[in-house]
Structures are given as structure tokens and as C-alpha cells.
């Protein structure tokens, strides 16, 4: 698998991804924010038997360089873009986003619509945001939802050495990462004690705060296949509940955030909207194969 994570020069950047498969059709991955292409190995393995599949590394995760204005949705559509023409790949596209990584697949949609065959939202961060979380007014959800928490976080840990981070974090892998191959373990355990990936995030939910507004004032989101997976709302309360929010709070914050989520069906009139049964916010690790069923959809499989 390491063999086929590449690193190429981007407009100017250093810029790591993934390329694999076969086939006519191209599905292109965003992870979340802070995630990383070791996250969608499995769905990777499937679906590589009926389709080519790229996902890219935004900058400051992994390999992929910094830009000088950090990440954001912007910097990861002209980083796509341009990484397609340098792969020479002319025809349209299936684009996967899940959570920061819907969002800038929304963005790569709207500036080049004739690029786009469909699209898998996967928990995607919503355009209808708003700082949602903060106008709860509750103080539970003001400590375990307010960006700032992991805005003053992660300002922290990106003036860390690498030493430090590890020091602090002491970084260690789930029973199903020991499965991975040993060079894949080591790029996993690397990705997290890099303090360049803490001024991507950084950057990112700032961006994330701003790009509601402005992605409202492109064009329009292409009016092509859409399928929108959305966090089971059960599940979802029952795990906040276990971290220690109260469940009336754990209720009105999970509440808000299946409206926002269901808004997004209006981006395309060809949408189709899917609750999946125990998952949570990372549907691509709790129930892969889900996402596996929705790519195929949209592969017409």
C-alpha cells in the first residue's frame, strides 16, 4: 500500500496522495479535518476493484506541505484541480467528502461544476453552520462544542517540537491499525506529532467559520447526483452521553446538527438522504460499509 502513496509538486507545494485502481470512472476522497488517507484503507481495498480512487492529503497532513495561507477549502479545490490535470485524468468525477472534507468538495463543485459526475457527502460540515454549536446558549455544550477549545488546543501544539508532541501525546495505534502493515503504522504514528497538521486544522476551522458565508456566494452547487449519509442520532447522543454531557444537552446539540445536515439535500434536486444505524460522526470507521454501498450507488453498481 505505501508504494502507491506518492508525493508530487502542486503549485509549488510538495503535495502527498493516493492513486490506485482501475477502471473508467475516478472516485476522489477528502478526509475530515484531520484526517488522513490511512483512515479510508478499507473502503479504498473495495472499491479499487471497480473504479480508480485518489485522495489527497491537504496541506500540513502527512507529507503535504504547508501553504503560506495554512488549509482551506480553496487551497484544497485548486490543489485537486490541478493535481487531476497533472494525472491527465479528463473525465468527470465522483467526489467523497466527510465532515471540513464535504465542505471543500462543495467548494471544488461550485467553481468547476463540468469536472463533477456526483457526489457523497459522508457527515459533511454544512453551509447553513452558522456557528450552530455556540448559539445553544448551554454551558455543557459551551465547553465540549466550542471551536475555541481546540482552537487554543491546537494554536498550542503547533509550536510544539516533534519530541514534545510525542511527550504530550504519546501517540499509539487502535487493534485494527496493529493489522496495518509495519511502514503503514509508522506514517500513522508520525501524522499526529507533525505541528504542521495543528496549523492545518487550525487554519481549517477558522476557514470553516468563514466559508458559510462566502461558499453562499458562488455559483451553484451542480445539480447532479447527491447522496447525503448523516450520524445516527441515537447512537450519536448515547456516545456524547458517555463523554459526560448531559443528555438533555447531548439531545439539543445532536438535534441541531441532523437539521443542518438534512438541509443539504436542497443543494441538488437529485439528492438522497441516508440516516445510517450505529454510526457515528465518522461513518467511514464505523460502518464502512455503508459508504462502500453509496460509492457503488453512484458507480451504478
Known amino acids: 500500500m505505501i508504494n502507491i502513496i506518492k508525493l508530487t ?46 485522495i489527497i492529503h491537504r496541506p500540513g497532513v502527512g507529507n503535504s506541505e504547508l501553504h503560506t495561507n495554512g488549509s482551506n477549502t480553496g487551497i484544497a479545490s485548486e490543489d485537486l484541480f490541478s493535481l487531476l490535470n497533472l494525472l491527465n485524468i479528463k473525465e468527470r468525477i465522483i467526489l467523497v467528502g466527510h465532515s471540513y472534507g464535504g465542505l471543500c468538495v462543495q467548494h471544488f463543485a461550485r467553481i468547476y461544476p463540468e469536472k463533477v459526475k456526483s457526489v457523497l457527502l459522508v457527515e459533511s460540515a454544512s453551509i447553513y453552520r452558522q456557528d450552530k454549536f455556540e448559539k445553544l446558549n448551554t454551558p455543557i455544550s459551551d465547553v465540549f462544542s466550542s471551536d475555541e477549545v481546540y482552537m487554543k488546543l491546537w494554536e498550542k501544539y503547533s509550536k510544539y517540537t516533534k519530541d514534545k508532541l510525542v511527550e504530550e501525546l504519546k501517540p499509539s495505534l487502535s487493534q485494527k491499525e496493529l493489522n496495518l502493515p509495519s511502514e503503514i503504522q509508522k506514517e500513522l504514528l508520525n501524522i499526529y506529532v507533525n505541528p504542521n497538521i495543528y496549523i492545518n ?78 454510526s457515528n460522526h465518522c461513518i467511514h470507521e464505523t460502518r464502512p460499509d455503508i459508504v462502500i454501498d453509496a460509492i457503488k450507488d453512484l458507480l451504478n453498481i
Open 201 to 278: 486544522q487550525l487554519s481549517e476551522i477558522v476557514d470553516l467559520r468563514n466559508n458559510v458565508i462566502n461558499m453562499k456566494e458562488m455559483q451553484s452547487f451542480p445539480n447532479c447526483p447527491l447522496i447525503i449519509l448523516i450520524e445516527d442520532p441515537h447512537y450519536s447522543i448515547n456516545e456524547m452521553v458517555e463523554e459526560g454531557v448531559p443528555r438533555i444537552e447531548a439531545e439539543k446539540i445532536e438535534a441541531l446538527a441532523q437539521t443542518l445536515s438534512h438541509k443539504l439535500k436542497y443543494l441538488s434536486d437529485y439528492s438522497k438522504i441516508v440516516i445510517v444505524n450505529n
Open 9 to 54: 509538486n502542486v503549485n509549488g507545494r510538495k503535495v502527498e496522495y493516493l492513486f490506485k485502481g482501475k477502471g473508467e470512472n475516478i472516485v476522489v476522497i477528502m478526509p475530515g479535518m484531520g484526517g488522513c488517507i490511512y483512515d479510508w484503507l478499507e473502503i479504498v481495498d473495495e472499491i479499487e476493484k471497480y473504479s480508480q480512487v485518489i
